[in-house]
T-cell receptor, first 115, second 109 residues
């Protein structure tokens, strides 16, 4: 079982460059999430999706865009990277609907450094 | 505003020295409380879900308990392999999930 797979695992960018982080899940989950994790700050929600073709803003959406063209994939884009976006990015998915108490399943993260 | 606070931020124990981690929450309506374990360089891994006050769940050396205001993760006779960051998260009646900042546990042999 692959679960949630994130690519790439590491990336270094220069300020102003763009890139896309890919998240793929093989559990047929409706809900998918993108978080960033910074030292001492826990997980902060960037964007999420409640199903194919849908996206919604989370707690810290500025500077990021997302797309969910296929149910199994959730893409996170940085159009013009800034040093403040240096972080570890986690993707997660879960089963069930809005009020489901199913746990989230996480990938192993993408470590992104912006110089 | 929903709030989840974990304490302490860091905890260092000797092998075999039992202790507890705390997760206190202020939310509009609790639907479920989750505990996750996160190893360095990895994503969080699900441990337990608790739904109502008085509920307890156990797994090996870990036991999670829940009251109306907080949850405890009790670690009995910890081993070095229990070293990790432990995250608490709550699901609210509004369908929202909120994570705490985590407690980093180090168990020395």
């Amino acid at each position: 079982n692959a679960g949630v797979t994130q690519t790439p695992k590491f990336r270094v960018l220069k300020t102003g460059q763009s890139m896309t982080l890919l998240c793929a899940q093989d559990m047929n989950h409706e809900y998918m999430y993108w978080y960033r994790q910074d030292p001492g700050m826990g997980l902060r929600l960037i964007h999420y999706s409640v199903g194919e073709g849908t996206t919604a803003k989370g707690e810290v959406p500025d500077g990021y865009n997302v797309s969910r063209l296929k149910k199994q994939n959730f893409l996170l884009g940085l159009e013009s990277a800034a040093p403040s976006q240096t972080s570890v990015y986690f993707c997660a998915s879960r089963a069930g609907g809005l009020y489901s108490n199913q746990p989230q399943h996480f990938g192993d993260g993408t470590r992104l450094s912006i110089l | 505003e929903d709030q989840v606070t974990q304490s302490p931020e860091a905890l260092r124990l000797q092998e075999g020295e039992s202790s507890s981690l705390n997760c206190s929450y202020t939310v509009s309506g609790l639907r479920g409380l989750f505990w996750y374990r996160q190893d360095p360089g990895k994503g969080p891994e699900f441990l337990f879900t608790l739904y109502s006050a008085g509920e307890e769940k156990e797994k090996e050396r870990l036991k999670a308990t829940l009251t109306k205001k907080e949850s405890f993760l009790h670690i009995t006779a910890p081993k070095p392999e229990d070293s990790a960051t432990y995250l608490c998260a709550v699901n609210t009646n509004a369908g929202k999930s909120t994570f705490g900042d985590g407690t980093t546990l180090t168990v020395k042999p």
